[in-house]
């Protein structure tokens, strides 16, 4: 895949100047070599074997159907046998909530143990909340996150198919901006970045199923994309079902609605009636998209989730709610019992969510053979 990206590649690094790590004066991260395969020597498969764990899911509120995140097993906090690694990768790109004047800003990469460029993987792309950043997610390669190893470890036991994690911040300059809402007017604009900047050039550098570095080919390839985030990330990520479907197919929002205002973060809009109108004018339809909503029962934006999944029980012409896999549902609400507002919440989440995902991916790329 990474071969055949080539050509488009160059055309499109020719109009990038990719900054130096020393001269970088929008950040403070430490200098680490490009990734381009993490294989070694006599590795030519990826360890383990994938395995569907749709099974695996149960309701904690069956009447609201309302999915019972399980707790991250604890051994998957620590560094996993097979490890992954995380390598930040610089771009440039516009304040397109301003004045789009040009800005040089970094991510981190996520890269998969047995990486190899002449491979195609799935890819997800991770924004955070309120003042956090690029690291946010993952760490930073010199310093992972426990959420690193969780990943790790489910790919690892085969609970989800190995694929590429981006991790990236909305801050113009990687850096925090004071805002008196929460960040809304970033966000707004912030899937303009995402679409014209960020993905083409991970894209170019990592072997994904995009065939080209166009609207055609990320179209083509939504079906091995996912977008997610925590928070106001997790807004972002609701933001995206409404502008960027042609992109995404599969959405991991996580205790952040697409109505989350700055009084009491509460709302009276209604976001499943917005979300399928939205869905409706980008020429899609309730069978190409896949939401899985998680927070947890301490976490304070439980009730704002409820309203929003509330909303989108409402909306039956556009979603069935239940439990992913189960014929025609396309959103899972997941609570994690005693988990809250934290980096704890986020790695439940995933836990939960990214297997279930996977497992869709992969029962859609057996179906489509």
Same mark, same amino acid.
């Given at each position: 895949?990474?071969?055949?990206?080539?050509?488009?590649?160059?055309?499109?690094?020719?109009?990038?100047?990719?900054?130096?790590?020393?001269?970088?004066?929008?950040?403070?991260?430490?200098?680490?070599?490009?990734?381009?395969?993490?294989?070694?020597?006599?590795?030519?498969?990826?360890?383990?074997?994938?395995?569907?764990?749709? *099974?695996?899911? +149960?309701? %904690?509120? @069956?009447?609201?159907?309302?999915?019972?995140? !399980?707790? $991250?097993? =604890?051994?998957?906090?620590?560094?996993?046998?097979?490890?992954?690694?995380?390598?930040?990768?610089?771009?440039?790109?516009?304040?397109?909530?301003?004045?789009?004047?040009?800005?040089?800003?970094?991510?981190?990469?996520?890269?998969?143990?047995?990486?190899?460029?002449?491979?195609?993987?799935?890819?997800?792309?991770?924004?955070?909340?309120?003042?956090? *950043?690029?690291? +946010?997610? %993952?760490? @930073?390669?010199?310093?992972?996150?426990?959420? !690193?190893? $969780?990943? =790790?470890?489910?790919?690892?036991?085969?609970?989800?198919?190995?694929?590429?994690?981006?991790?990236?911040?909305?801050?113009?300059?990687?850096?925090?901006?004071?805002?008196?809402?929460?960040?809304?007017?970033?966000?707004?604009?912030?899937?303009?970045?995402?679409?014209?900047?960020?993905?083409?050039?991970?894209?170019?550098?990592?072997?994904?199923?995009?065939?080209?570095?166009?609207?055609?080919?990320?179209?083509?390839?939504?079906?091995?994309?996912?977008?997610?985030?925590?928070?106001?990330?997790?807004?972002?990520?609701?933001?995206?079902?409404?502008?960027?479907?042609?992109?995404?197919?599969?959405?991991?929002?996580?205790?952040?609605?697409?109505?989350?205002?700055?009084?009491?973060?509460?709302?009276?809009?209604?976001?499943?009636?917005?979300?399928?109108?939205?869905?409706?004018?980008?020429?899609?339809?309730?069978?190409?998209?896949?939401?899985?909503?998680?927070?947890?029962?301490?976490?304070?934006?439980?009730?704002?989730?409820?309203?929003?999944?509330?909303?989108?029980?409402?909306?039956?012409?556009?979603?069935?709610?239940?439990?992913?896999?189960?014929?025609?549902?396309?959103?899972?609400?997941?609570?994690?019992?005693?988990?809250?507002?934290?980096?704890?919440?986020?790695?439940?989440?995933?836990?939960?969510?990214?297997?279930?995902?996977?497992?869709?991916?992969?029962?859609?790329?057996?179906?489509?053979?």
């Amino acid at each position: 895949m990474k071969n055949r990206k080539k050509i488009l590649a160059a055309c499109l690094l020719f109009t990038m100047t990719f900054i130096s790590v020393s001269g970088c004066s929008c950040s403070n991260k430490e200098n680490t070599d490009n990734v381009t395969s993490n294989s070694t020597a006599g590795e030519s498969e990826v360890f383990g074997n994938y395995s569907p764990v749709l *099974g695996e899911i +149960t309701y %904690l509120d @069956s009447d609201e159907k309302i999915i019972d995140n !399980k707790k $991250v097993f =604890d051994n998957y906090e620590q560094p996993a046998t097979h490890q992954g690694k995380l390598q930040y990768e610089d771009y440039n790109t516009y304040d397109y909530d301003e004045d789009n004047h040009p800005m040089e800003k970094y991510l981190v990469v996520y890269t998969p143990y047995g990486y190899d460029n002449n491979k195609e993987y799935d890819i997800m792309y991770l924004t955070h909340g309120h003042t956090g *950043g690029a690291t +946010t997610w %993952l760490g @930073s390669p010199t310093d992972p996150y426990e959420m !690193k190893n $969780v990943l =790790d470890h489910l790919m690892e036991d085969g609970k989800v198919r190995p694929m590429i994690v981006v991790s990236m911040t909305y801050y113009d300059d990687n850096k925090d901006e004071e805002t008196s809402d929460y960040d809304s007017q970033i966000l707004n604009s912030f899937g303009k970045e995402l679409r014209n900047d960020i993905i083409p050039m991970v894209e170019s550098k990592y072997s994904t199923y995009a065939k080209s570095l166009d609207l055609e080919g990320f179209k083509a390839s939504r079906d091995h994309r996912i977008m997610g985030g925590f928070s106001m990330g997790g807004v972002t990520t609701c933001l995206q079902i409404c502008e960027s479907m042609d992109y995404f197919r599969y959405y991991m929002p996580v205790s952040g609605t697409l109505y989350w205002s700055t009084a009491g973060r509460s709302s009276s809009s209604n976001p499943g009636k917005r979300m399928e109108e939205a869905i409706k004018a980008q020429g899609y339809t309730k069978d190409d998209f896949y939401i899985y909503m998680s927070t947890g029962t301490v976490d304070f934006a439980k009730s704002t989730m409820d309203r929003q999944f509330d909303s989108i029980k409402a909306c039956t012409d556009m979603f069935t709610v239940g439990k992913p896999g189960e014929a025609g549902v396309n959103c899972s609400y997941g609570v994690g019992t005693g988990e809250g507002h934290n980096s704890h919440g986020r790695e439940t989440a995933t836990f939960n969510a990214l297997p279930a995902i996977s497992s869709l991916i992969g029962k859609s790329e057996v179906n489509n053979i």
